[in-house]
């Protein structure tokens, strides 16, 4: 299939809703899927040649995954902005021709028997970097990042969208296209692009949501599952492109990719009603099918070691069916899916009720629970080991209320944690240092906790005696000082009157 897209008399907001989806997001995700078979192949031309020719194929290799991803993550996106596809459709029209050509070039030379693996890559290089003056074969693909980035920017409205950036690499990869000799694209319809809409939207979501950071923090520890399930999709599936068209304020707020992005799961939320949704993305052979459900409309548990099984009640055979199974690669991640998918569904103004069973991850086992006064809410603490990897961590949710249970934070404790990681300062104190939690409640502040000039995680227990217990599960890596008993003066904070979640 040819990426080359043809625009018709069709009226925009037409266009947008039938048209132009299929072929667009197809597009990307063929070109996606045509620069993975690229980079496969130069990584095993790369291990053939001597080291001295590895740092400018690493470069190359690097950036046509960074394109793929990209790619992808552009189809996804604009399965959720669809009202915004007029806008970037011509802009698409300028690079996928283009960039279809520069990989199937590479793959010419490649491919070409009557040379040796060095002197293709000699000539790929060359040859390639000669097309356009002060454009190496790495820069194209850097040129094309840039631009795929900024149209994720101009699909999603963002007002960080650089218009003269984006009309400086459209001209440089119409240079590129005509050296190339590949027919010039239509004119760009510049009436499509509205900042003062892009900022009108962006005023609504100036504050962020808690979500969107919960896996941009680096792991403290990376316990990895030996057994690894299959991630599936089961739907029911559409086509890509073929879901009826959201509303236009839509929140990207998390996307997680599985089994090398064969299948995708993305976050996000509407605005106006604040209900978070789940996307499947599921490539089979060479077709892309995606599926939405809002949050409220799924359970969730761990189907076995590595593996988070999704489901969905079907009205129609009122029982409950398979929607997908993911499947991790270590046991943090795991958790930090599981919460977050949790606190979503259980905050959703839309869900009815949450099946108790669903508040516990399975295959971890309770070594602790307490109640806490916690940035000055009451909360519960828990400690809980895994029984596949042996990992362990705190886990901290709400006290009472009709969110009871609902997680609030958790935090991995690393293992070979120092022998001064806990220190009991007074009754009812210990501090913690080395914990970064991991929060699910925007109104939770952790810096709040956080003590001392090394910055140590406090947990105020509501008793000493559940103090002692948890410095006893720990007596065995950590070093309890003298600082047990003795007195704080702001002990007496305690006693102040907390509030619930």
């Not at 070109?31 to 690229?38: M, P, T």
């Not at 680096?218 to 057994?227: I, T």
Request: with cysteine; charged share 25%.
């Amino acid at each position: 299939m040819d990426p080359m897209i043809l625009r018709t008399g069709t009226p925009a907001g037409q266009v947008a809703a039938r048209q132009l989806p299929p072929q667009l997001l197809n597009g990307c995700c063929h070109e996606a899927d045509r620069a993975d078979i690229v980079g496969f192949h130069l990584q095993g031309l790369r291990n053939s040649l001597p080291a001295n020719f590895h740092p400018h194929l690493n470069g190359i290799i690097e950036e046509i995954h960074i394109t793929s991803r990209l790619l992808r993550d552009l189809a996804e996106q604009a399965q959720l902005h669809l009202s915004q596809l007029p806008a970037v459709f011509d802009y698409l029209n300028v690079i996928l021709p283009c960039l279809c050509k520069t990989l199937r070039d590479i793959m010419s030379f490649y491919e070409d028997k009557a040379m040796n693996k060095e002197h293709r890559w000699r000539a790929m290089y060359h040859k390639l970097g000669s097309e356009l003056p002060g454009t190496t074969l790495p820069a194209r693909f850097i040129m094309y990042n840039q631009f795929l980035r900024l149209l994720q920017e101009l699909l999603t409205r963002s007002p960080n969208f650089d218009l003269n950036a984006m009309e400086s690499l459209r001209i440089r990869i119409l240079q590129l296209r005509e050296a190339r000799q590949i027919p010039p694209p239509n004119p760009i319809r510049t009436d499509l692009i509205r900042r003062d809409e892009a900022l009108e939207f962006w005023n609504q979501e100036t504050n962020s949501h808690w979500a969107e950071a919960i896996f941009t923090q680096p792991l403290p520890s990376r316990r990895e599952f030996k057994n690894q399930g299959r991630t599936d999709a089961f739907g029911p599936l559409q086509q890509l492109g073929h879901l009826p068209p959201l509303s236009r304020d839509v929140k990207i707020l998390v996307k997680r990719s599985f089994d090398n992005d064969r299948v995708s799961v993305i976050f996000f939320m509407q605005l106006r009603n604040q209900a978070p949704s789940l996307l499947i993305r599921s490539k089979h052979g060479s077709q892309n099918w995606v599926s939405v459900l809002g949050v409220h409309e799924l359970s969730i548990r761990r189907e076995s070691e590595s593996v988070l099984h999704l489901s969905r009640w079907s009205q129609v055979e009122q029982r409950p069916k398979p929607w997908a199974n993911l499947s991790f690669l270590t046991w943090e991640e795991m958790v930090l899916f599981y919460c977050t998918f949790l606190v979503l569904r259980v905050r959703s103004q839309l869900t009815l009720n949450v099946n108790p069973q669903e508040f516990h991850l399975r295959k971890e086992r309770r070594l602790f629970q307490a109640q806490i006064i916690d940035d000055g809410y009451h909360h519960v603490l828990m400690v809980f080991e895994d029984a596949i990897t042996g990992g362990t961590r705190l886990h901290a949710a709400v006290w009472e209320g009709k969110l009871r249970a609902c997680p609030v934070w958790t935090a991995f404790i690393p293992p070979n944690v120092s022998s001064n990681w806990l220190l009991r300062k007074t009754k009812r104190r210990i501090w913690l240092r080395d914990i970064q939690p991991y929060v699910f409640y925007e109104k939770y502040r952790p810096t709040h906790q956080r003590r001392g000039r090394f910055g140590a995680f406090e947990l105020a227990f509501a008793h000493g005696e559940a103090a002692t217990r948890f410095q006893e599960l720990f007596s065995g890596t950590s070093d309890a000082s003298g600082a047990s008993a003795a007195p704080d003066s702001s002990e007496g904070n305690d006693t102040s009157e907390p509030t619930t979640n």
